[in-house]
């Protein structure tokens, strides 16, 4: 059983996800995310709601290793956001607080990669767990198993 609701995993993985967001809007201009992302929001399917991310994914395709790689990153930058936030907290000027938004992502960015995975495949993987509740689940499992 795990330690902690899977509530609580889908809560915290969204929360997540909206601040690594914030923080990719310097790799990514957001013209091509707008261009890219599905015009109609009544279609519920995966293929739809992941076609935005590169290419149409089924979470069974995805291998035990590549969600180790994104269980190891996502706990590094999980570990790094919460480094810095007290940081990016105290910045006085929007000039500095932008800094140190830079930093934190080139850093993530870096962490991310040394674990093997390239910046879509982490953010494609971080998608799914909040659109597939299976898939959710067994991340989150994964989760509670390298946390121990």
Known sequence: ?????????????????????????????LSTIAAELPTSTNQTNIETETSWLGQNLDTDDISAEKISQFVQAYLQVLSL???RENELQGAELES?????????????????????????????????????????????????????
């Open 1 to 29: 059983m795990l330690a902690f609701p899977i509530q609580f995993f889908h809560c915290f993985i969204k929360t997540l996800w909206a601040c690594f967001l914030v923080l990719l809007i310097w790799l990514v201009p």
């Open 81 to 83: 956001i919460e480094q």
């Open 96 to 148: 500095e607080s932008q800094q140190i938004q830079q930093e934190i992502e080139a850093q993530a960015v870096e962490l991310i990669q040394a674990s093997g995975l390239t910046l879509q495949e982490y953010l494609q993987i971080l998608s799914l767990t909040n659109i597939v509740p299976e898939f959710g689940e067994r991340v989150a499992a994964q989760l509670q198993e390298a946390s121990n």
